[in-house]
């Protein structure tokens, strides 16, 4: 499968994941796991989904969406991610680049 299909399917995976994390509310994202992961294919290939569940400094939840796979021999790692911010206020924005580099993705 080319890696285009790969990367177009990576990323509907991706969204469709958060377009469900987005309806809910602060105390709903707030009692997820930390960190909840999955094998699923994608294009052929075993990857892992995974969410991530962190606290940032403004008291605000970061929520990171994963898709992970192994290349070349298992020596490298190939990842795309999205992710949303949760305010206690009720307000739900997309995670700046930013965001997801700061804390790790």
């Given at each position: 499968?080319?890696?285009?299909?790969?990367?177009?399917?990576?990323?509907?995976?991706?969204?469709?994941?958060i377009a469900h994390l987005r309806g809910l509310?602060?105390?709903?994202?707030a009692a997820l796991p930390e960190t909840a992961?999955?094998?699923?294919?994608?294009?052929?290939?075993?990857?892992?989904?995974?969410?991530?569940?962190?606290?940032?400094?403004?008291?605000?939840?970061?929520?990171?969406?994963?898709?992970?796979?192994?290349?070349?021999?298992?020596?490298?790692?190939?990842?795309?991610?999205q992710g949303l911010v949760f305010a206690r206020?009720?307000?739900?924005?997309?995670?700046?680049?930013?965001?997801?580099?700061?804390?790790?993705?």
């Open positions: 499968m080319a890696a285009g299909t790969y990367e177009l399917e990576a990323q509907r995976l991706i969204q469709d994941r509310r602060f105390a709903d994202a992961g999955e094998e699923t294919l994608v294009g052929g290939r075993k990857c892992a989904l995974t969410v991530f569940v962190q606290r940032i400094l403004s008291g605000q939840l970061l929520v990171t969406v994963q898709v992970a796979r192994r290349g070349l021999l298992g020596l490298l790692s190939f990842q795309m991610e206020d009720g307000t739900v924005r997309d995670a700046a680049s930013e965001e997801l580099q700061n804390t790790g993705g």
